[in-house]
Structures are given as structure tokens and as C-alpha cells.
């Protein structure tokens, strides 16, 4: 069945659907768009712009898991790529006060599997469309894609 990707969260929010959060991420990014058309000239105009390889870093707090991409004020400068470091990032601090004291974004927020928020405060590069910033537990977009 098709569904549009405000439809897709809705469906993840009331549990009937489940995927993981790097779908949920472009789906918010999706969510830009309010016509397939408007995609397709996007994706058409920014084609040779170039796109850039992200190993996102899982940072767990003590009631949830922030994943860290690159540009975050948190993300390591040499993340590990292959899982051969084994660094594990933790905190015993909540989500709740990461995000009060941090500035620069670039995170999902993972309060369970199906509590999601993306927040996104950088550039993106190669100009490329960020994600709109939709916490799984609200509906805050207009996209009819």
C-alpha cells in the first residue's frame, strides 16, 4: 500500500508500522516536499552537487539513545567506521538535559523504538534538504507527497 510520508509517520506513530531510524530521517526529509514533482526537480537540480558517506554514533543516555551524525556538536572527530574500535559513547545523563545544554544538531532522538525526534539546527552539505525536525509523538508538517 502507498502512503505518503506524512501517512508513513502516522502509521509509525500509532504503531502500525515500525522502521528504523535512518528511514524515519528520510521520511522527515520527504516530508519537505509537497509534490512528487517538487522531489523530482530537487533530486534533478542538486544530482551532481555530490553526497557524502555518514556512519551515524549511537550516544546512550540514561532513558534513551541520541544517534549522532556528522556536523553534531557531539559526533567524534574519527568515528569508528568498522565497529573494530568497539568505542562505546555513554552518558548518565538524560536526553532531556543533552539536549538542554547542547546547540548544534545533527541527532535523532530515541526515547523507545517507537519515539523518534529528529533535530537538525546545521547546513547540510552539497545542498542537500535537511529533514523537517518531527518528533514522532506530534504532527508537524504539510507535506502531500
Not at 502500525?16 to 533530486?43: A, T, V
Amino acid at each position: 500500500q502507498w502512503s505518503s510520508p506524512p501517512e508513513a509517520i502516522e502509521h509509525f506513530k500509532s504503531e502500525e508500522i515500525w522502521f528504523p531510524p535512518p528511514q524515519f530521517y528520510e521520511l522527515c526529509r520527504l516530508c519537505n516536499f509537497s509534490s512528487l514533482h517538487e522531489l523530482h526537480k530537487f533530486s534533478s537540480d542538486r544530482a551532481l552537487e555530490g553526497c557524502e558517506c555518514w556512519m551515524p554514533v549511537t550516544l546512550t543516555a540514561s532513558d534513551g539513545y541520541i544517534q549522532l551524525l556528522p556536523g553534531d556538536e557531539l559526533y567524534p572527530e574519527d568515528p569508528d567506521y568498522t565497529g573494530e574500535k568497539k568505542i562505546i559513547m555513554s552518558t548518565d545523563k538524560k536526553v532531556e538535559d543533552l539536549m538542554k545544554e547542547g546547540s548544534i544538531f545533527h541527532r535523532i532522538v530515541m526515547k523507545n523504538i517507537n519515539n523518534l525526534a529528529v533535530y537538525v539546527n546545521i547546513q547540510a552539505k552539497y545542498k542537500h534538504m535537511n529533514p523537517l525536525m518531527i518528533n514522532s509523538d506530534c504532527s508537524d508538517y504539510n507535506s502531500k507527497l
